[in-house]
């Protein structure tokens, strides 16, 4: 599989997703303070800036040894329940890159399906649940959609992060079922999750550097 | 905030400096930020490892040694550790025979430890048993959510299962124990204020004065619902009631009666709260075998308390009195 998302594309759109991570720290511990447990803008940041160290000493010649390089250096620094989960989805992008050196549109949609995937198998999260899911999972289909539809990379994503937008909207009036919210019970609902927030900046980040 | 730190972002790493300076006794892998018995791995003995986010000392460094935990991985301030640091405290305390991972009911935390069993038999072999711990009443029961939290039984599980590790027993025997606890094992806490997270500068939720939350957990957040603040036999009854219509505690054995502080709330109301707890259960013809009062795991400097009540037998009593030796928890030895 070759195309136009290389090393150098899928390194911008991590160190993106860095600055969004950076820019957003606060507002995403006031969201995790509101219903979980006040460090998920922190942990994040963290872990991202580890995946900018790691970028900064050496980028690697294909996606599926740089994904597996993020997907390994979340599981190390983030802990929580959001290191295993991004660093599972990134493991399952890196298995599903191949070998080559780059990526076609469809390339794209088929890693980001498979790291919503490895995020359902390890946090076994449905919709509704109010998690990140509730806006990676529509944001995955509107990929394939727009795509199958013929489309550029470019519309194809900025549809997909309309998509996790709504998704992420969607959550405000959820009553949490996974995670540190479900324990608050109804209290829960009125709060936007703080998953499915980052995971829409994971996205804008794509939107912004993959198509090229 | 007022707190004595120096940088919020080292409050761990400087914490646990403090730690191996205080208890030379210990070793303290700042490294990995895993604190080991002194005389890990004791050859043919199962190793016992916890862990969990930091700020709720003493849980869980403050229970490692003879008779209790052989290792414990801190996290990041109500964090989860990282899978690197369970295997590191899983190799340092393998003696042959095994090791028992005792982990705390949050989905981070469950996460990263199955991450961490899977990781270490595959790279060292060694058998890894996990039990969770799952007693918070507050928590509806339910496929449908995270479940029930790991909050105050998680200290009496590491006791007793430690003390019948210390005996020998091995690695089937000594998860069947940590069960065993854990199953009969209820809790339910109340918070009359929020606490710091130090990275966060502010209290975690606002609580007005004269307000607490009934059923709250370890990490800061809200409980299930906000009431006015009550006098102690009426906190008493809101801890001891659900976990009473949980669980049938009767028996001829009694119960370990649990009274545990938060952090800011002082041991003097902890004994107040312990005689309304004591009234109770008297009246409902439960029987206190043995009881612990203090601040044994806590979250951070939030005021309030948990009651944890464990069913006991004379298998759980003999280990509950036998020897232990660790920083927070000592006695027979």
Not at chain 1, 58 to 75: F, W, Y
Request: negative net charge; contains cysteine; aromatic residues 4%.
């Amino acid at each position: 599989m070759t195309g136009t998302v290389d090393t150098a594309a899928l390194t911008a759109w991590l160190r993106e997703f860095a600055r969004l991570i950076g820019d957003n720290k606060s507002l995403l511990t006031e969201l995790d303070s509101a219903i979980g447990d006040a460090d998920h803008g922190v942990n994040m940041h963290r872990g991202m800036t580890a995946v900018l160290a790691t970028l900064d000493a050496e980028v690697p010649d294909t996606p599926a040894v740089l994904l597996k390089r993020t997907g390994m250096t979340l599981i190390s620094n983030v802990g929580g329940a959001s290191g295993p989960l991004y660093g599972t989805a990134f493991l399952r992008m890196a298995t599903a890159a191949g070998n080559d050196a780059s990526l076609a549109d469809g390339d794209v949609a088929k890693i980001l399906r498979a790291g919503l995937d490895g995020i359902v198998a390890r946090g076994k999260a449905e919709a509704g649940d109010k998690t990140m899911y509730d806006a990676l999972a529509p944001a995955v289909d509107t990929l394939d959609a727009v795509l199958a539809d013929g489309q550029p990379l470019a519309e194809a994503l900025a549809a997909a992060v309309r998509a996790a937008e709504e998704g992420r909207a969607a959550t405000i009036p959820m009553v949490a079922r996974k995670g540190r919210a479900s324990y608050l019970g109804e209290r829960s609902a009125g709060h936007q999750d703080p998953g499915a927030t980052s995971v829409t900046l994971l996205l804008a980040a794509a939107a912004i550097t993959l198509p090229g | 905030m007022h707190k004595i730190i120096n940088d919020p972002a080292n409050i761990v790493p400087d914490a646990l400096r403090g730690l191996a300076a205080a208890h030379p006794e210990l070793r303290v892998d700042h490294e990995n930020r895993i604190v080991v018995r002194g005389d890990a791995p004791v050859a043919g003995k199962v190793g016992l490892i916890s862990g969990g986010g930091s700020g709720h000392e003493p849980l869980h460094a403050g229970f490692v040694g003879a008779g209790m935990l052989d290792a414990a991985c801190a996290g990041e301030i109500f964090t989860s550790p990282v899978p690197a640091q369970m295997v590191a405290a899983t190799r340092a305390v393998d003696g042959g025979a095994g090791v028992l991972h005792i982990v705390k009911n949050y989905t981070g935390d469950v996460m990263n430890f199955e991450m961490a069993a899977e990781l270490a038999e595959a790279e060292t072999g060694v058998a890894v048993t996990s039990v969770i711990t799952n007693d918070d009443v507050a928590v509806q029961d339910s496929l449908y959510t995270a479940g029930r939290r790991g909050v105050g039984v998680t200290v009496l599980v590491e006791k007793i299962a430690g003390a019948a590790a210390e005996q020998g027993r091995p690695l089937p025997e000594v998860a069947g124990v940590a069960r065993k606890v854990n199953d009969n094992g209820r809790s339910m806490g109340i918070a009359l204020s929020s606490c710091t997270v130090p990275a966060a500068g502010k209290p975690t939720f606002d609580l007005p004065d004269g307000q607490m939350e009934v059923g709250i957990g370890i990490h800061g957040e809200p409980g299930r619902r906000r009431v006015p603040v009550a006098p102690a036999g009426e906190i008493a009854d809101m801890l001891v009631s659900p976990i009473l219509a949980d669980l049938d505690f009767t028996g001829d054995s009694g119960v370990i009666a649990f009274v545990n502080g938060m952090g800011a709330t002082p041991l003097i109301e902890l004994y107040v709260l312990y005689h309304e707890v004591a009234t109770i259960l008297g009246k409902a013809g439960v029987g206190i075998a043995r009881s612990l009062v203090g601040p044994y795991i806590t979250s951070l400097d939030m005021a309030g308390c948990s009651v944890t009540l464990v069913k006991a037998d004379d298998e759980i009593l003999r280990l509950w009195d036998a020897p232990v030796r660790t920083p927070a928890l000592r006695w027979g030895a």
